[in-house]
Structure formats: structure tokens, C-alpha cells
């Protein structure tokens, strides 16, 4: 039986000790061999299992003739943020779930030939995409996060004139201040962001826009929504006013802004830091936590099957030491002298599914225990920030938009996590490259919106 490719990986004790990436990638060898596992089948369920609508096939193909050229653009062409999506996209639950060859052997590591080729890219120097005549026409992207990013890249592509107005000093939005650089290292970010712009694109970052109907009115003719989620949840119970309670948010910016300067993160040597949270965010936390030294722990209401976290992710959050305490529900912060020093809890049971799909739980009373704990940081899923209040929302502030990516308002469109809730980075990226072509066609490109 064929094997599928084995990826180098950092031991977990080398993964503990800093921010490398995790794995390096396979050599070009390696990356031809296993594209020739690959069955070539006539109608490619991996191509089915790419939100952004990638040819995997097609770059396959060319992997295993060693056209590297053809097969960057192929991917490319699809997904101008494709050598982060090919780290940070859950291929093992879409496109690799969906291989053929997994009836006859292992699926095809199609995430890593992506990021073989595209690394091979970065090493020779990103190349911009054809792009068509200007149509003399301005588009504003409101976040300059994967949605916006992809929008703005397949906007100009199409000719237009794009702005993308960001409120962070940098790009990014949650790529660059909520995923680890050993997940996502900030040069793979940054050539990315740098196609786009070299494009046409013109990012203004430290701009912050509230009403999105005043760009309409100042010489731009669409605009597309894109801020994602910048609200965060934090827990009702007493205690929260204790020193030591970060928001994930505040504690992700602070680490990483200070990586990407070159300056040295805060230590939490010899400290105890609890994460309070079951999602992919919560176990970042907990890992960079683990890796400034911390004793790290995360407390889940659910149990482990019920977690939103990939489990990819969870997995090497164990090897490396980060200790889970599941069925459990935080109700109280308790301190001294003004300061965080336990967490109190009580055991929780699960019973039938609630609406998420995941079972219902209830609290034990009686059950109560303490977590003793320097910090906790909260990470609970964000939400909206409740913006642009005069376009229709759903309760939790959620953009609502129609078949065509358009708000109720005409001219501006939604897409992104502002619109699903939050999935993944490769969904924002379908969703902007769908909302471009959906502005293209209101702007000219043929179908007439009503």
C-alpha cells in the first residue's frame, strides 16, 4: 500500500523552546514522488473540496511532469493567498478528505505539495497575475484581512481601482495577530500582502471606517465589507475585575507585535496560565503561553470530542504540554490583594445535541474544585463589533447579504467571517474572490442587479 509522504517535524521539546515553524516542508524530490500517488481520477472530488475552487488535479499534474511554474499559477489563479492557505487550512477536513485515493492507500498530502510549490515561489520571487485593461472604476474594501486581501487582489486583476481601508497599523487581520508564526511565519504573510499590492492595491492602514455609505458617495462606485470579527466574549461571573485576566486578542497582539519587532515577548517563566475557551484560538494561547514558559492549561465546559479546535491542533498542543481539564465551567475568578490566583469551577455533564450540533451540558452543583492560575485568558469565539448599523444584521450582528454577496444596502457587499460567523481562512478567501466577481457584474461585467 502506497504511503503518503511523511513531513519534517520539530520534536515537541524543539517546539517548546521558540517560534519556528512546526514543520519545513518537503524537498522537491519528495514533492514529485508524491504527486505521482495521485490517481488523476476524471472528476476530482478534491477540486470539489476547495472552497476557493483550486484545480488540484491540475497543479498535481504539473507537480508530477516538474512544471513548478505551471502549477504556481494554477494555484494562483484561484488563490492569490495560497502559500497561507496552505498552512493554515484544514486540508485532512476538505480537500484531502474528499481524495479518491484514500479507498486504495493514504489521501494525497495535496497541503503540502501546495505549500511545496508555493514556497518554491517565494524562493524565486513572487510573479503578479495578467491583469485586464483599467475599467476606471474605484472599489473600497473595508479589513484588510484573507477576505478583503482576496477581494482586492481579484478586483484589480479585473481592472478596477482598489483602496482596502484597515483600522491595524498593519495588514493582516486575524493572519497576522491571531495565528502563530510557528503556524504561519510573518514572511510568508508579508509576501503575500506584497502580491497584492504590487497589483495596484493600495492598503491604508490606521483607518478606521464606520459608515461604509460615505465611500459611496466619495468617488467610489461598490464596497466590500470585510472586517471580520472584532469583538470578544468574556465570561459573567464575579471576579473579573482581578489583575491577570487577558482577552485572547490583547494577549496574541502584545506577543506577536513584539516578535515581529525583534524585541523579546513577556516571560511567564515559573507562572501558571489558563485558557478558557475549546477552539483553535484557545489552543494557540495555550501553546504560545507554553512556549514563554508558562505552566499552561486550558479549561473546556465540553469534552474533547465536542471541540471546535482542529484536532491536529489539540494533538500538538498535548505532545508539547499543554494540560486539558474538559467538563468543566469557570464561575468565579478569585483573588488576592487584587490579583488573579484560582479559577473556580464546577464539573460539567453532557446531554443531547443543543442548535451548534455539539451535546448540550449542564453544571454538577456540588462539584466545585479550583484551578490555581497566574492568568486566564479568555477565548471564547468573537463576534461581531457591531458596526455599520444602518445595513441589516442578524441578532448577533452578523452581516446578512443576498445571493449576490450585497448587502441591504446597494453598492456595498459583505463577505467573510463579518458574514459566516467564522469558519476558516480559505472560506474568507472564497468568499472575497466571490464577492469580487459578484461587484464586477454589478459594475459592468454584464448581468443587470435590480
Known sequence: ????????????????????????????????????????????????????????????????????????????????????????????????????SSDLAEP???GELQRFLMDTEVKQGLKALPMENSRGKKVAVVGAGPSGLAA??????????VTVFEKEERPG???????????????????????????????????????????????????????????????????????????WRDFLRDVFDKLY???????????????????NVAVDCASVALRLGAESNIIYRRSRSEMPAWEEEVAEAEETGVNFIFLSQPISFQSENGRLKAIECL?????????????????????????????????????????FSDIRQDGKGHIIVDDNCMTSARGIFAGGDLVNGGKTVVQAVADGCRAAEEIDQFLGGGRVVL
Open 1 to 100: 500500500m502506497a504511503k503518503r509522504i511523511p513531513v519534517p517535524r520539530l520534536s515537541p521539546d524543539e517546539r517548546k523552546k521558540g517560534f519556528a515553524e512546526t514543520t519545513s516542508g518537503i524537498r522537491p524530490q519528495a514533492a514529485v514522488g508524491e504527486a505521482n500517488r495521485c490517481i488523476l481520477c476524471n472528476d476530482p472530488p478534491c477540486n470539489q473540496g476547495c472552497p476557493a475552487g483550486i484545480d488540484v488535479k491540475g497543479f498535481i499534474r504539473a507537480l508530477r511532469s516538474q512544471n513548478f511554474r505551471s502549477g504556481i499559477r494554477i494555484i494562483r489563479e484561484k488563490n492569490i493567498l495560497g502559500g497561507i492557505c496552505a498552512r493554515v487550512c484544514p486540508q485532512e477536513a476538505l480537500c484531502e478528505k474528499s481524495c479518491s
Open 108 to 110: 494525497i498530502a495535496i
Open 152 to 161: 482586492a487582489g481579484r478586483l484589480a486583476c479585473r481592472g478596477y481601482d
Open 173 to 247: 487581520g486575524l493572519l497576522r495577530y491571531g495565528i502563530p508564526p510557528y503556524r504561519l511565519p510573518r514572511e510568508i504573510l508579508d509576501a503575500e500582502v506584497d502580491l497584492v499590492v504590487r497589483h495596484g492595491v493600495s492598503i491604508q492602514t490606521g483607518v478606521r471606517v464606520d459608515s461604509p455609505g460615505t465611500l459611496l458617495g466619495n468617488g467610489f462606485e461598490a464596497v466590500f465589507l470585510a472586517a471580520g470579527l472584532q469583538k470578544d466574549q468574556h465570561l459573567s461571573i464575579p471576579g473579573r475585575e482581578a489583575e491577570g485576566i487577558l482577552s
Open 261 to 279: 519587532a525583534g524585541d523579546s515577548p513577556p516571560l511567564f517563566s515559573g507562572k501558571k496560565v489558563t485558557v478558557i475557551g475549546g477552539g
Open 347 to 387: 464539573k460539567t455533564s453532557l446531554g443531547e445535541p443543543d442548535s451548534s450540533g455539539r451535546s448540550s451540558f449542564q453544571v454538577l452543583e456540588g462539584s466545585e474544585f479550583m484551578v490555581a492560575t497566574d492568568f486566564a485568558i479568555e477565548a471564547m469565539g468573537p463576534l461581531p463589533e457591531g458596526l
